[in-house]
């Protein structure tokens, strides 16, 4: 499974910026998507995850309520929407995929994209 992700970009704090990550398998519906990110000098960490059938979604704290994660079978894409965004959202975006993995653990996906940049200046 390849994952591109796409949709980073410069924003201003309070703003809001959706990036997607499309996948290049047949077999979207049949894996776990998720959404990490990483800024300079600091651990990957995670963000939100949605299951299969978009049946359950899960989010870090740091974003609930500002964030929504989402997905389109039949594009084979994941969204994730940021509103009200602040400047410590700025990072690297990455999405994962897992066939059967639903937690939070960047350890535990197996695909992963190569990453967008989102910054947020204040």
């Known amino acids: 499974v390849q994952l591109q992700a796409s949709g980073g970009g410069l924003v201003q704090a309070g703003g809001s910026l959706r990036v997607s990550c499309a996948a290049s398998t047949r077999t979207f519906s049949n894996y776990v998507m998720a959404w990490f990110r990483q800024a300079p000098g600091k651990e990957r960490e995670f963000v939100a995850r949605?299951?299969?059938?978009?049946?359950?979604?899960y989010y870090a704290d740091s974003v609930k309520g500002r964030f929504t994660i989402s997905r389109d079978n039949a594009k084979n894409t994941v969204y994730l929407q940021m509103n009200s965004l602040k400047p410590e959202d700025t990072a690297v975006y990455y999405c994962?995929?897992?066939?059967?993995?639903?937690?939070?653990?960047?350890?535990?996906?197996?695909?992963w994209g190569q990453g967008t940049q989102v910054t947020v200046s204040s």
């Open positions: 994962a995929a897992d066939p059967s993995y639903t937690g939070p653990n960047y350890n535990r996906y197996v695909y």
């Open positions: 949605i299951t299969w059938d978009s049946g359950s979604t």
